[in-house]
């Protein structure tokens, strides 16, 4: 059960954090409550489009949103520029009814929704699909328009991921040079081969091991990727309450990598399948490929945790081909080794050492990565940045990072890794102290200060629509020593216009903002540089609520993201008063 480790490390990647012109931001201490954005969702994890099947007259795709999300039907756009390929009028199964204040009747679409999408690519080539959508959350917050592009590939179906089909071959071979698996090919080749290593019959008989146990993991993978995307399981994990044990899951499996205890079936599973194992004839291809299956099931506890994570991925895809592709390069990455035996005998393989304790504390190392990754999407981000700090400056200690002492070169260029690592720990916590959040920009950016075009004054509100605009008007009240309101804004956004007309309008609002400067960024376009700050304020879309201090600091604390009454907005109002 050893063998998704090395998948779900290689598969997951951290997101990285777009960065844009200076906005002050204020530090933030070490695990304190950013503000009530941790309610919402990364639109990418709200709202997930994957291409199901594609052929020549027809595309099918679906939509997955997470609970309390929807979908505007009217935001449904498919288009491409490929000469020769047309697209036909999508099929979209009706929604839900709903009536909004300002926009009237619309059509939503909740959980999952499929659309089919007729095509004409007489020449079967392969094109770019442009999809766009827009969706919104039930607590108050509007995502800015969104487009994804989609590879198509030749018709019969979609363009096939040879990276990942290689990652999961590299994470199954990978993970067989650990101490629990390598060390037991010369006893799995003496009850398989009886003994008849080298040639062909040797390369012959253990294929016939390996294929059908590859071919149950392809059928695993298959049956996941079939049936798993009906229970959504990736929207579906997204809470505090479900990632913290998954996160523990993941940090418990990497002690076991260390060694600190030893992960078995439980006897009443393990004793049966052992018997059956060892009843079984091997030196035929009948015997080897029952042993092949068997062994399917007797895995390695050491790749319970990452192929619990494969399948997590695979079921998100809807994909049973490329589930069942995946796991089967697993399977053979696994088996491959035993293959190499086989056909040449030991002289084919490394010989055991002090070497595979290594690979191992490396895969142990690897999932707590995972384990961190997990928590950082419930964590305060200065917290998150910490944690991988103390990440890197573990590994930085096992590669030997501060042993001055006379070593091998090899080692040595280990320890050199481990300083860099060492470093970066301590950078990592350098900007958590400073509020800082994103792991690959541990200590931030240098601010940079640009002029700002002239903007469009709105009554009290100075209406701005470029970063570098907004940059400079934080500037400009930093300056004078004057706090700032700044109103996240889009035509698009319903509750926006809430906001606008019975928050900010209220009569113990206005009188509570006598004397801030008003600033109203509106997204509307919704181009790459407003998306870009977006993500350098950690904001998934409006409407939100930023509250400066004269300084130039925001008070995070008190950031309001979604939808707020007037009497909340006004006790916060109240709260950044007293700071004054």
């Known amino acids: 059960m050893r063998r998704l480790l090395l998948i779900l490390c290689l598969l997951f990647s951290l997101p990285a954090l777009a960065a844009l012109p200076e906005a002050p931001r204020a530090p933030l201490p070490l695990g304190g409550t950013l503000n009530n954005s941790s309610d919402f969702l990364p639109v990418d994890k709200a709202f997930r489009v994957e291409l199901l099947e594609s052929g020549p007259q027809q595309l099918r795709l679906r939509f997955s949103n997470a609970d309390g999300y929807y979908l505007y039907r009217h935001r449904f756009q498919f288009t491409t520029d490929t000469p020769g390929v047309s697209l036909g009028e999508p099929q979209i199964p009706p929604g839900q009814q709903k009536v909004d204040e300002y926009f009237g009747e619309i059509e939503a679409h909740y959980g999952i929704t499929e659309i089919t999408l007729p095509v004409d690519n007489p020449q079967q080539r392969g094109f770019v699909l442009r999809v766009g959508y827009q969706g919104c959350a039930d607590l108050g917050l509007c995502y800015p328009p969104e487009v994804r592009e989609l590879q198509i590939g030749q018709a019969g179906g979609a363009a096939l991921d040879w990276h990942s089909l290689a990652l999961f071959f590299l994470a199954g071979l990978g993970l067989t040079f650990t101490p629990c698996v390598l060390p037991m090919l010369p006893i799995l080749s003496g009850v398989v081969l009886r003994g008849q290593v080298g040639g062909m019959r040797g390369l012959t008989l253990s294929l016939a091991y390996v294929l059908p146990m590859a071919i149950c993991f392809a059928l695993l ?32 499996f990497a002690l076991a990598m260390f060694g600190v205890f030893e992960l078995r079936l439980p006897a009443f599973l393990r004793t049966p399948l052992d018997r059956l194992a060892g009843e079984t004839r091997g030196g035929s291809l009948l015997g080897a490929a029952t042993l092949g299956v068997l062994s399917s099931l007797l895995v390695s506890p050491c790749v319970s945790a990452p192929l619990a994570a494969a399948l997590l991925y695979i079921s998100s895809s809807g994909d049973a081909v490329g589930g069942g592709l995946k796991l089967l390069a697993l399977g053979l990455g696994m088996g491959t080794p035993l293959v190499l035996f086989g056909a040449g005998g030991g002289a084919l393989l490394p010989r ?3 070497w595979m304790v290594g690979v191992r504390n490396a895969f142990g190392v690897m999932l707590l990565a995972v384990s961190v990754w997990l928590l950082e999407r419930v964590l305060p981000g200065p917290l998150a940045l910490a944690l991988w700090g103390l990440l890197a400056v573990g590994a930085a200690l096992w590669l030997g990072a501060l042993e001055f002492v006379p070593k091998p070169g090899r080692q040595k260029l280990g320890q050199l890794a481990g300083l860099a690592l060492l470093v970066y720990g301590l950078s990592a916590w350098v900007g958590a102290l400073q509020g800082e959040s994103d792991p690959l920009r541990p200590l931030g950016r240098l601010a940079t200060a640009t002029s700002a075009p002239a903007a469009q004054s709105s009554g009290n509100w100075l209406t701005l629509e470029q970063p570098e605009a907004l940059a400079a008007a934080l500037s400009a009240a930093r300056d004078a020593g004057q706090p700032v309101l700044l109103d996240w804004y889009a035509d698009w956004c319903v509750s926006c216009k809430v906001i606008e007309r019975q928050v900010l309008e209220a009569p113990e609002v206005r009188a509570l903002l006598t004397g801030y400067r008003l600033v109203r960024f509106d997204i509307t376009r919704s181009d790459a540089a407003q998306r870009a700050l977006l993500d350098r304020y950690q904001l998934f879309g409006p409407p939100v609520l930023q509250l400066f201090s004269p300084g130039g600091e925001e008070w995070l604390d008190l950031r309001v993201v979604g939808e707020i009454d007037a009497a909340t907005f006004a006790e916060r109002l109240r709260t950044a008063d007293s700071r004054l």
């Open 221 to 252: 993978g298959a049956l996941m990727g079939l049936f798993g995307a009906s229970l959504n399981l990736q929207a579906r994990l997204q809470s505090a309450w479900v990632l913290a044990p998954f996160a523990a899951f993941f940090a418990l």
């Open 352 to 354: 055991s050492g002090p």
